[in-house]
């Protein structure tokens, strides 16, 4: 039988989809059942901030590799920058695992270089990623950087781009038609 696929590269899979055809990421999420808040973390992750990964890959390999390995390349490296909570070995451990199975040893040696080198220039990269235009620094496309730069200014498009790349507060509205606020926040606690 065909070994189980991990979390790492069934996201890996889905980004490289993306990547080809253009389809929208949460459709390709559809699929997705094991792990389904791990992947989607990875995959909409991976998207968001795909200039930035890319940037950093080609500063640790000599070329970009073709779409299929660079998704798992920039999915690995995501974790590794923006994934505080996931333990370095594993994700290099699980992604190079990721990449054996689906393109074998060669492929999987290339990704653990890149994602090895990674871990040892974390702050050359970070500070290097600092030194770049706003676009790849956050991640945002050229032509949206460009119009917000001629519209608000270079500084406040900083703070734009910034901002945007903040992530969304949790809001709890209570229902008090189904439940009060001390049952909800009984609730809540427990």
Known sequence: PEPSKNARLVAAEIVQQWMETGDFPDRLMDRVQADRGFVMELVY????????????????????????????????????????????????????????????????????????????????LTRGLAGQPVGVRTSHPEELVARWERTFGPERTAALCDWNNTP?????????????MKDFLSRLAA
């Open 168 to 180: 969304a507060s949790v809001v709890l509205r209570v229902n008090s038609a189904r439940v009060t």
């Open 45 to 124: 992750g991976a998207v968001k901030w795909k200039r930035q990964l890319e940037w950093v890959l080609s500063h640790c390999s000599k070329h970009l590799p073709e779409v299929p390995l660079r998704a798992h390349a920039i999915v690995g490296i995501y974790q590794l920058l923006h994934l505080d909570q996931v333990e370095a070995y594993a994700a290099v451990n699980e992604t190079v695992a990721g990449v054996k199975l689906r393109f074998g040893q060669a492929q999987a040696n290339f990704v653990n270089a890149v994602l090895r080198r990674v871990l040892r220039e974390r702050e050359g």
